[in-house]
């Protein structure tokens, strides 16, 4: 029997994760960039849309790192060895999720999921504004804060609300220049023996090939200096 959940995107986008090999995608058709934008202070305020290309059919994404025609595969993952092996916890998030109350909101955080990013840290950080949410402005630069987190490590809910509120993204895959791949919206992440993980608005899945959270990013390009555009 098998008792893998199915959580099959409710558009057939999907991201299906070849053992040791690429990323096969469908149901996506654009292939796009963001690009980090940092202030004067070089603190991270912003996402930049860059170029856009059109995706027909099935693609084949490189997550090994050594592709030459990034990001698409080509195959160098077959001559390098590459050890794919997808090692992220396979539970709800909610077993992972710690929750941090404020005022008419909760943010949760679920550190497993960090690339680096650093959209948490401005203003002192979203773990002590978190606390000091009766302020309006307070608790709407946080909110902004928690949606521009790519990876989905950070969530709130309002109270009252069932669910985490999140920015709508028709399905969508974007590079991120020398870092991972962002996927936005609607799109199942489905491993080679058909293990669904839960879906989720933000995720990052790792392009360096060296993440120790596969088939998440874990920061680890930053660490190895991965280049790609």
């Given amino acids: 029997m098998n008792d893998m959940p199915d959580h099959t995107s409710p558009t057939g986008a999907q991201i299906r994760v070849a053992a040791h090999g690429p990323y096969l ?10 690009i980090p934008v940092r202030d004067q202070a070089g603190e991270a305020v912003a996402w930049r849309i860059g170029e856009e290309q059109p995706l027909a059919g099935r693609n084949a994404l490189c997550r090994c790192g ?7 595969c ?16 396979r539970a709800p998030g909610a077993t992972r ?13 679920d550190e497993s999921l960090c690339a680096g990013y650093e959209y948490c840290d401005r203003f002192g950080g979203v773990w ?12 709407d630069a946080l909110m902004q804060q928690v949606s521009l987190c790519p990876s989905g490590r950070l ?11 999140e920015l709508p993204y028709a399905p969508t895959i974007a590079t991120i220049p020398d870092g991972p791949l962002w996927v936005l919206g609607p799109v199942a992440v489905v491993l080679a023996d058909g293990f669904h993980y839960e879906p989720r608005n933000r995720q990052l899945l790792c392009r360096c090939g060296a993440s120790g959270n596969k088939p998440f990013c874990d920061g680890s390009h930053a660490k190895t200096g991965f280049k790609a555009p």
């Fill in 74 to 89: 080509d195959s160098t993952h077959r001559k390098s060895g590459f050890d794919g092996a997808c090692t992220a916890d």
């Fill in 155 to 165: 969530q709130y809910v309002r109270d009252g609300a069932g669910a985490p509120e």
């Fill in 128 to 139: 002590r504004s978190i606390a000091r949410t009766t302020d309006p402005q307070v608790r």
């Fill in 66 to 72: 050594h592709s030459a025609h990034k990001p698409f």
């Fill in 25 to 34: 995608v469908s149901g996506v058709t654009m292939l796009g960039t963001r």
């Fill in 97 to 109: 999720r710690k929750a941090y109350p404020g005022a008419g909101i909760t943010m949760t955080d």
